[in-house]
């Protein structure tokens, strides 16, 4: 079991940025990966950001890439999103995800295993 707990969201203004975190208890940090993804009202949840399975290579979704950062603190067991520059369209539930299959795809929801309660940003034009 892997229990994820989000916190760091709120309301800011376009232009604004916010830091979100993940801490992690349960199985040991490194057998899984961690993922961020996010839902709109009306929307699939889509994924923003991820580690690669050796918590080395980081991947972004096209419409946060320059903005977004994802980063990690092991000694913490804690996953971040620094995002700067945000934008009325960021506006979302945010998760943060834990797969445990090294052959999953990082960028696929359903490939995930363990999800957050999530975290709302709301950002104001």
């Known amino acids: 079991q892997v229990q994820l707990v989000e916190s760091g969201g709120g309301l800011v203004q376009a232009g604004g940025s916010l830091r979100l975190s993940c801490a992690a208890s349960?199985?040991?940090?490194?057998?899984?990966?961690m993922g961020w993804f996010r839902q709109a009202p009306g929307k699939e949840r889509e994924f923003v950001a991820g580690f690669s399975w050796s918590g080395v290579i980081t991947y972004y979704t096209d419409s946060v890439k320059g903005r977004f950062t994802i980063s990690r603190n092991n000694a913490k067991n804690t996953v971040f999103l620094q995002m700067n520059s945000l934008k009325p369209e960021d506006t979302a539930v945010y998760y943060c995800?834990?797969?445990?299959?090294?052959?999953?795809?990082?960028?696929?929801?359903?490939?995930?295993?363990?999800w957050g309660q999530g975290t709302q940003v709301t950002v104001s034009s």
């Open positions: 995800a834990a797969r445990l299959n090294p052959a999953a795809n990082l960028r696929t929801s359903s490939q995930y295993d363990y």
């Open positions: 349960g199985r040991t940090f490194s057998s899984y990966a």
